[in-house]
């Protein structure tokens, strides 16, 4: 996650930047169930309304966080299929908070009525993030449910009244871009505390609808839209977060805008980007499906580590005898064309692995969402030939592979 309000706050006050640090443990997104009232058109769980079978128990459950906790894991973020049609989600989660974790719940929101607005407000969550993907039929259509859009925007003022702090969650496409500002201006009406937009991400149903994925142009023309209102809101002494996630080049791209409307500030957010470091899949991010299998995040559910009904996750996270995983932890990754030869790839990191996978059968190709030109990330031949965001066919890359 790209935390945008961040920089631009330090940039409006800048500050002595302390050294760099990692931290204790990664954060881990955990899909405790795959069952789900929607079917949106970018899900990577390829979740449904029916039972999985294999999923943890809630003592299972309880054994994964215990360990989590001693492995100094900071935050857990609960997710789904739809988290709250488990039984035990909130049990598990007053758990959670009660060992002192940063709890966080990611939900469609269509499920909180007033009375699970205060479930949630008295346990206590750190945060919850509730995906809205455009205004009224534009998300009913992206969500496959008609009236999911009220229900969902309900629950943002039900949690509002419990004093939740809640946010909004906007995955970018061709068909919805046109609307961000009105989505904006929704989120301002509405005094959600944080925006996230997302890229898409080409797995589960996100890969088969990525001839949808918002062009090159278009991304650059909403990340500049969302870096101004962000900034307008950090002048106004706005407390709203904005953040962006699953494309790292988001950190270049605000160092470009700041190079073009406050070039003397540019070399100390370049300082700022660099401690932070790009992307972190199965280093500082990572993923625990619904049946306890462990992947490098939440869009590698292809790519299995192992999983925690037969090893702790502490275990497992630290094996980097995979082959992925070792790529992953290396510094710097070995990472191919336009990626590996940008003049910053110590700010980006390579980007997001899993789209290079999808479209290459490579997770060290380069990102081809990477929305910058040759010339911007200093590429000397400006006639390279890049790899095409061209719609899903039909599966191409199974599991069994082992990447080198």
């Known amino acids: 996650m790209f935390r945008l309000t961040h920089y631009l706050k330090a940039l409006a006050d800048p500050y002595p930047l302390p050294p760099a640090r990692k931290p204790?443990?990664?954060?881990?997104?955990?899909n405790l169930i795959r069952r789900c009232n929607l079917k949106c058109k970018h899900c990577y769980t390829t979740s449904g309304d029916v039972d999985f079978p294999g999923e943890l128990s809630t003592e299972q459950a309880y054994e994964v966080i215990d360990d989590l906790k001693g492995f100094r894991v900071p935050v857990i973020i609960f997710s789904g299929g739809e988290p709250l049609m488990r039984p035990d989600m909130l049990e598990l989660s007053a758990h959670a908070k009660q060992l002192g974790f940063y709890t966080a719940l990611s939900t469609n929101g269509t499920l909180i009525d007033k009375e699970m607005a205060r479930k949630i407000g008295t346990i206590g969550y750190d945060y919850v993030g509730i995906s809205l993907d455009g205004i009224g039929k534009v998300h009913d259509d992206f969500r496959g449910m008609d009236g999911a859009f009220d229900l969902s925007l309900q629950a943002v003022r039900h949690l509002r009244e419990e004093n939740v702090k809640v946010g909004l969650r906007f995955t970018l496409t061709e068909d919805n871009a046109d609307i961000l500002d009105d989505y904006l201006e929704l989120c301002d009406?509405?005094?959600?505390?944080?925006?996230?937009?997302?890229?898409?991400?080409?797995?589960?149903?996100?890969?088969?609808?990525?001839?949808?994925?918002?062009?090159?142009?278009?991304?650059?023309?909403?990340?500049?839209?969302?870096?101004?209102?962000?900034?307008?809101?950090v002048l106004a002494g706005s407390s709203k977060e904005y953040v962006t996630g699953n494309n790292d080049a988001d950190g270049i791209y605000l160092l470009q805008w700041v190079r073009e409307n406050m070039p003397e500030k540019a070399g100390y957010l370049k300082d700022m980007l660099e401690r932070w470091g790009g992307n972190a899949s199965g280093v500082n991010i990572g993923n625990i499906d619904n049946t306890g299998k462990v992947h490098p995040d939440s869009f590698w559910w292809?790519?299995?580590?192992?999983?925690?009904?037969e090893r702790k996750f502490s275990e497992i996270w630290q094996d980097v005898s995979d082959p992925v995983m070792a790529g992953l932890k290396q510094t710097p990754r070995q990472i191919k064309g336009r990626c590996g030869s940008c003049q910053y790839f110590n700010i980006c990191n390579g980007n997001t692995r899993v789209r290079a996978l999808q479209l290459t059968g490579d997770p060290w190709a380069e990102d081809p969402s990477c929305y910058l030109t040759d010339e911007e990330?200093?590429?000397?031949?400006?006639?390279?030939?890049?790899?095409?965001?061209?719609?899903?066919?039909?599966?191409r890359h199974e599991a069994k592979h082992v990447y080198a």
Request: aromatic letters at 8%.
């Open 24 to 30: 204790a443990g990664p954060v881990v997104i955990w």
């Open 189 to 233: 009406r509405e005094k959600v505390d944080k925006i996230y937009l997302s890229h898409l991400v080409y797995a589960g149903r996100g890969n088969k609808n990525r001839g949808e994925d918002a062009h090159l142009n278009v991304t650059r023309k909403a990340m500049t839209r969302l870096i101004e209102k962000a900034w307008e809101d």
């Open 302 to 309: 292809h790519y299995t580590i192992g999983n925690v009904k």
């Open 377 to 395: 990330i200093g590429l000397e031949d400006a006639n390279h030939q890049r790899v095409e965001t061209t719609p899903f066919r039909g599966a």
